[in-house]
């Protein structure tokens, strides 16, 4: 789980006259992620496309224009069927025909359309102004500018000009304006007022009878473009199963006629290199063997380890599969022969020097959480997977921070929804990671004793004495620096687990760039905070070791007893009292500076990083917060006790005023009313108060999402992921097609 699936490098060499069965043999294997040349050996070039490449090219080409025309997609399939070449090539050149006619139909018309639209636009000014179009053009003496403006303007503007003589037409903000004068005198004339000149459109007499006979063209123009639409909507009723398969059989024969462009070819033969998973290699060489023949040579080359990519070579391989053979009772590689040769300074030449992909080994219960992990990158194959790290922690931290069997129960729904009903795969991943998510938010509600904020499940379930408290009422206020130290402690466990990884991942370089680079920050992270929580020299926080305090050793009522305090010894340094482990701070500190001194300069980051787990407190409390609002606006609050003993009551059965009348509640003194409560204020109210009471109980759902989950999504890509995680790695992806529509048989 945490690390990829292991590969190996696998070659295929052959005669060349065996080129196409061995493509046939690896594309229906679909196992073969082929790695392509990169031209660095002497007499080896890069093979060329099978012929008929480019023929299928143009088809493929051809028939995802038409399926892009006919808007044809996945749910217009049909049945899988089988297509022939004699078919593809008779069946295209029809649909391509009709279609390619329809179409060109279809952008002439629309090209009407639209030059009949804009004449409508056009018309539609001089229609409004109702003076005959030959009225407005066609003068000797006379300059005519129609536009749209402000006519007092244009009266200033023409009254301040050398013009002496004009007139004004104006309907709305449409004016023509007439002046014996010239064109550019006129316009210069306009040039200070607020006027947009029009061009008067071709034609005689009324502008209302042109604007009816546009109107009426375009409603020609729009019943042809349906009737080529609908004609085209036949077309893709009749054909869109036939273009799918096309496509898919086109994708097929481009895939393996273009194949040869990634292996190293010389006249006579080829060599083909790739990744395979180490565990289907035998499958590999039986398979591509019992269907070509013996013209060809499989041979694993490597197996990819995962420390810094470094992997065996050809006769480590060898060897691992002798001992296995041995094991087995089978022949060695020394009775068999040599598998191959390493190079003279045990490297080892392949076709290029590319890293195995990489193929993340979950569980499928897991598998959800790889899709927030790829939001940063997909892991290198020789750095640990993330993904069950994630899956382990973020649905507990999202499920203790919101903690409500009713939130839990609708993050539930909400992610089955997005599973079970999206065709996304990222969607559906989100929807699994909801789901999980919801069910952690379930199971703390039911140890807080909560549902939509209210104590109503802790009565039922745990008869008013759940487990564990939020800590937002004064009576279980110890509750909130509880969960504030644990938060502390959890983000020490997680950062510790995060260098850990970096650690066993740097053992590839070497035990003491382990130490360095990695165990150094273990040391001042459990150095500096087992000091802090030990209470050296006063180093602690008061409500730690306060008379009942978190580590005083007493019971507090969490449902555990205290821990004792952690201050073990003191070391006198230069006649001053050192705690010890101050003083395995310091030790880590200086290997951080032995390992890459500039480092130095974010020493503090196992002090703040921790306390940025604080935030899982913080919103603990922010949303108990919310909630409570939002049940106290409906139900409202009586309290009982006083002081730090207080306690917070919602007027469910009764009203909070009648339990204040009352004096007492299960034997304790009801002393004040916080809040009546909208429920017993009237019909008004309750109508209100069920507003409110929906419209917040949805906003407190909705920002436990904005603020829970990225809260805890930050928490692991910046804290966690930051300490070992780098991401970089490629998909796994082999050659060959999963067919949808087509069947070979």
């Known amino acids: 789980m945490l690390r990829p699936e292991k590969m190996c490098r696998v070659s295929v060499t052959g005669s060349r006259r065996v080129m196409g069965p061995v493509v046939e043999a690896v594309h229906d294997l679909e196992m073969l992620h082929v790695t392509e040349y990169d031209g660095s050996w002497d007499g080896f070039e890069p093979g060329d496309p099978v012929e008929g490449a480019d023929e299928a090219s143009d088809q493929l080409v051809t028939v995802r224009s038409l399926k892009s025309i006919l808007d044809v997609d996945a749910d217009d399939a049909g049945p899988t069927r089988l297509v022939t070449d004699e078919a593809l090539e008779e069946d295209l050149e029809e649909v391509r025909t009709e279609v390619t006619e329809l179409d060109d139909r279809r952008d002439a018309v629309r090209d009407d359309l639209r030059d009949v639209e804009d004449r409508i636009d056009t018309m539609e000014p001089f229609v409004k102004l109702g003076i005959d179009l030959d009225l407005l053009r066609g003068y000797d003496t006379l300059a005519v500018a129609v536009g ?31 002046a014996r004068a010239d064109d550019d005198e006129l316009q210069d004339a306009l040039v200070g007022a607020t006027f947009s000149a029009l061009s008067v459109p071709e034609g005689d007499g009324d502008p209302g009878e042109y604007l009816e006979e546009l109107n009426h063209r375009k409603q020609q123009l729009e019943s042809k473009l349906a009737t080529v639409e609908d004609e085209l909507e036949e077309l893709r009723l009749d054909y869109a199963g036939f273009l799918l398969a096309a496509e898919e059989k086109l994708a097929i024969e481009v895939q393996k006629t273009e194949a040869p462009l990634t292996f190293a070819t010389t006249e006579n033969a080829f060599i083909a290199e790739g990744w395979i998973p180490d565990e289907r290699y035998e499958l590999f060489e039986q398979q591509v063997g019992s269907e070509v023949g013996e013209a060809i040579d499989i041979e694993k080359l490597e197996i990819a380890e995962y420390e810094d ?3 065996h070579s050809r006769e480590e391989a060898a060897i691992e599969e002798s001992e296995e053979a041995a094991e087995e009772g089978g022949p060695t590689a020394d009775e068999e022969g040599s598998p191959g040769e390493a190079v003279a300074d045990g490297g080892l030449v392949t076709m290029s020097s590319d890293s195995p992909p990489v193929i993340q080994k979950n569980p499928r219960g897991v598998k959800p959480f790889e899709s927030l992990v790829e939001v940063i990158n997909r892991p290198k ?5 993330p993904t069950v790290a994630f899956f382990l922690t973020f649905p507990a931290f999202f499920g203790f921070m919101i903690g409500d069997f009713g939130y839990g129960a609708a993050y539930l729904l909400l992610g089955y929804l997005l599973y079970s009903r999206v065709d996304s795969d990222v969607l559906k991943s989100l929807g699994g990671v909801a789901m999980w998510a919801g069910g952690f938010t379930m199971l703390f509600g039911v140890l807080y004793g909560e549902i939509f904020g209210l104590h109503q499940l802790g009565e039922i379930v745990w008869g008013g004495n759940p487990p564990i408290h939020k800590g937002l009422q004064p009576h279980y206020g110890e509750y909130a620096t ?30 003491w760039d382990a130490i360095t680079e990695s165990g150094s920050w273990l040391l001042m992270l459990f150095g500096l905070w087992a000091w802090i929580f030990s209470g050296a020299n006063g180093s602690a926080p008061e409500f730690l070791y306060a008379a009942g305090g978190i580590f005083d050793g007493n019971p507090i009522p969490l449902g555990f007893t205290g821990l004792p305090a952690l201050n073990l010894f003191t070391l006198p340094v230069i006649g001053a009292p050192f705690s010890a482990w101050l003083a395995v701070f310091f030790v880590g500190l200086g290997l951080l500076y032995l390992a890459d001194p500039i480092e130095i300069v974010e020493f503090l980051n196992v002090l703040v990083n921790v306390l940025s787990y604080t935030r899982l407190a913080a919103v603990l409390l922010a949303k108990a917060g919310m909630a409570f609002v939002v049940n106290l606006l409906f139900f409202g609050v009586y309290v009982t006790g006083e002081g730090a003993d207080a306690e917070w009551h919602f007027g469910i059965n009764h009203s909070p005023q009648h339990m204040l009348e009352q004096g007492t509640y299960h034997g304790h003194e009801v002393t004040e009313v916080m809040f009546g409560g909208l429920m017993h204020s009237g019909i008004g109210g309750v109508i209100g108060g069920l507003l409110v009471l929906v419209v917040g109980h949805l906003l407190v759902l909705v920002l436990g999402i904005t603020s829970a989950g990225l809260q805890g999504v930050r928490l692991e890509y910046v804290e966690f992921f930051g300490k070992f995680y780098e991401g970089g790695g490629k998909p796994y992806n082999p050659f060959g097609y999963e067919r949808t529509y087509t069947t070979e048989d």
């Open 309 to 311: 990519g470094h992997a």
């Open 482 to 511: 509880a969960w504030l130290a644990i938060s502390l402690l959890a983000g020490m466990v997680h950062l510790a687990a995060g260098w850990t990884f970096d650690f066993v991942e740097n053992l590839g370089h070497g035990l």
């Open 148 to 178: 749209e403006g402000d006519a007092d303007e244009i009266e200033d503007a023409l009254a301040d000009s050398d013009i002496e003589t004009y007139q004004l037409f104006t309907e709305g903000d449409v004016v023509a304006a007439f």
């Open 381 to 385: 194959y020789n750095e640990f997977d």
